[in-house]
């Protein structure tokens, strides 16, 4: 059996690669590292036949790839470009969470799972058009409540236009019909929470997206996530080691109290990597990598 040196390589569309992202691979236990910084799709052709022409077709195992940066778009474009150079077996496995946003949502989301059905629930995504905001209402629309779909499904965004614009682009991608709101007053957000049963908040660091008042007269029982880790809380009244902790009628959760799912997301999705070769982990992936270790 071959005793080839498990090697990562990362890959990050960002000036510097992420310092958060190594630190999680190297603790993940492979072997060696190799980061690449700026990263454009006209570079990976040359990186990615590096990866693959290196190493015999029953080594290719231990080599794999990884995606961050926090341009989502920018590493969603090299992931599609890596694809490309992939052929019969030759290729290697690999995985994207840019921004951490497949981990987190992923985690999000079992977290939710964890304290109520999603099935005939009215959901209300904060930062519902940002990176993380979409990937957990396209799970939720999609593969983790499938055969029993939520009530509803709003994306909260200060623009109208811009939720009206990504829920019809999930629509497409999911089947499910999510509803457009506009978050962009105190007024306009209490009136999209009102009647949820779950919020999540997935907005930018340190911006409060739902002031004080909804986890008081929250409906019975009502789940809260908020994903921010930097102060203030996106939900007041979170606090960011909130792990089902329970206020009032609502249960709560804050960005440490995901965090630790999120990271063994991402540490156990690292290791599958070199368990084959021809592995794909994205967001669905992710999502079901988690369920399966929480089991």
């Known amino acids: 059996m071959s005793q080839k040196s498990k090697i990562l390589i990362q890959f990050d569309s960002d000036r510097h690669a992420s310092v958060f992202d190594s630190v999680v691979a190297i603790d993940s236990g492979i072997d060696h590292l190799l980061t690449h910084a700026n990263v454009k799709p006209e570079d990976i052709e040359s990186l990615v036949h590096g990866a693959m022409f290196t190493r015999g077709s029953k080594d290719l195992c231990h080599t794999a790839l990884f995606f961050g940066g926090n341009n989502v778009a920018a590493t969603e474009e090299l992931v599609q470009a890596t694809k490309k150079c992939f052929f019969g077996n030759l290729r290697v496995s690999l995985?994207?969470?840019?921004?951490?946003?497949?981990?987190?949502?992923?985690?999000?989301v079992l977290c939710a799972q964890n304290e109520t059905d999603l099935g005939g629930k009215n959901i209300t995504i904060l930062g519902g058009t940002g990176p993380v905001g979409q990937r957990i209402a396209r799970l939720i629309g999609g593969v983790a409540s499938a055969a029993n779909p939520p009530a509803a499904i709003r994306l909260g965004s200060r623009s109208l236009k811009k939720s009206e614009g990504v829920c019809d682009s999930l629509a497409e991608l999911t089947g499910y019909k999510f509803s457009p709101s506009?978050?962009?007053?105190?007024?306009?957000?209490?009136?999209?929470?009102?009647?949820?049963?779950?919020?999540?908040?997935?907005g930018a660091a340190g911006i409060e997206?739902?002031?004080?008042?909804?986890?008081?007269?929250?409906?019975?029982?009502?789940?809260?996530?908020?994903?921010?880790?930097?102060?203030?809380?996106?939900?007041?009244?979170?606090?960011?080691?909130?792990?089902?902790?329970?206020?009032?009628?609502?249960?709560?959760?804050?960005?440490?109290?995901?965090?630790?799912?999120?990271?063994?997301?991402?540490?156990?999705?690292?290791?599958?990597?070199?368990?084959?070769?021809?592995?794909?982990?994205?967001?669905?992936?992710?999502?079901?990598?988690?369920?399966?270790l929480i089991k």
Request: aromatic letters at 6%; hydrophobic letters at 40%.
């Open 95 to 108: 995985l994207s969470d840019p921004n951490g946003s497949n981990t987190t949502a992923a985690a999000a």
């Open 182 to 202: 506009e978050t962009s007053s105190d007024e306009s957000t209490r009136e999209s929470v009102q009647d949820a049963d779950i919020v999540f908040a997935a």
């Open 209 to 292: 997206l739902m002031t004080e008042g909804w986890i008081s007269n929250a409906p019975a029982p009502a789940v809260a996530i908020d994903l921010n880790a930097v102060p203030p809380a996106g939900i007041f009244g979170v606090s960011v080691a909130d792990q089902g902790e329970k206020r009032n009628n609502t249960v709560c959760y804050g960005a440490i109290g995901v965090g630790g799912l999120k990271m063994k997301i991402h540490k156990q999705a690292i290791k599958n990597l070199f368990h084959t070769n021809d592995l794909t982990l994205e967001t669905e992936e992710t999502y079901r990598l988690g369920v399966e």
